[in-house]
């Protein structure tokens, strides 16, 4: 370090200490202020983390109640609140794909008493709508992505089709006589079946719903014929025949559906979108407080029920560090960039 110019051998300046001149006393009581000021300014957010929560914590969720998401969410926060306290309570806000739950989040106080709850739609809807009033990158820190599924392409049982190329030969015969729900318009399925009709050459007509709790439904009405399901939506309605699986968009088989084809052993290459799960919050938020959460996280998703209770949605542990989590929205932002433009996918 510099040392201060030496002074002139004489008496003390007017108003110094200890023979030090009046403007380096001054330097260093400013020193000492900030860096006062810096540690009880650390020191606040490790306290807060340290004790978190001390009041009910607002998980948002931007999703209807019912649906693949909610599913996930409701099993994850329900062991939170038991493992720590809290509790962490589930808001239900959808609407617009999404926006609506995550612009409340994006603007909440930093906290960590209010986080966000979402899903692969965070990566779709910067591309579909014209006006997002929030910033994925800039508005919201990762926590941790808790986990991800494949898609099930989903039929109601009165269609005439039991394998995807039969499915595709029905369109064919009959365009626009098809219709797909979507759970969302913005949702990995909802890209998964514009994606399908142009991989197809099919016309099938799209038809958007505000959550899975309300697609699923339609679908087991009849209103329409087919969905890009999750698992843990469809799959209480298999065993009784209402609804079938055709194909999956996993690399391989699933264990739970060990008969039903993937899309690739279906005829159908490049068909890789695949729903995720994961906790977010407001950007600003303190980063002791976001690896307290993820340690609550970590330590809830191993414990055996909730592993079972995901064993049973079709849904796959993953628990990823805020960094991973991160690095994987960061990528997929690119890749859906690159898929949405030339599927020419747009939400109304």
Known sequence: ???????????????????????????????????????????????????????PVRVVVPVAAGGGTDIIARIVMTRMSETFGGPFMIDNRPGAGGILGNEVVARAQADGY???????????????????????????????????????LTV??????????????????????????????????????????????????????????????????????????????????????????LATSSRERVSYLPDVPTFLESGIKDFNTAPWQGLLAPARISRSLVDRIHQQVLEVMKQPVVQERFAAAGTDVVASSPAVFGEMIRRELAQHSAVIKAVGMKAD
């Open 156 to 245: 109601h049982a009165g269609v005439k089709a039991n394998t995807v190329q039969e499915l595709v030969a029905l369109a064919r015969s009959r365009p626009r006589e098809l219709n797909v729900a979507l759970a969302t318009p913005s949702s990995s399925g909802a890209l998964a079946a514009e994606v399908f009709k142009v991989l197809t050459k099919t016309d099938i007509v799209s038809i958007p719903f505000k959550g899975a709790g309300q697609a699923v439904p339609a679908l087991l009405g009849g209103e329409v014929q087919l969905m890009f399901a999750t698992p843990q939506v469809v799959i209480p309605y298999l065993k009784s025949g209402r609804l079938r699986v």
């Open 114 to 152: 209010t986080l966000l709850f979402t899903y692969a739609a965070h990566t779709i809807v910067p591309f579909i709508y014209a006006k997002v009033p929030y910033d994925v990158h800039r508005d919201f820190a990762p926590i941790s992505m808790v986990g991800a599924q494949p898609l099930l």
């Open 1 to 55: 370090m510099t040392a201060l110019p030496r002074q002139p051998a004489a008496r003390p300046l007017h108003g110094s200490a200890l023979g030090r001149p009046a403007h380096a006393t001054s330097l260093a009581v400013m020193a000492a202020l900030a860096l006062h000021a810096s540690a009880s300014f650390a020191a606040a957010p490790d306290a807060a983390a340290a004790a978190y929560p001390e009041r």
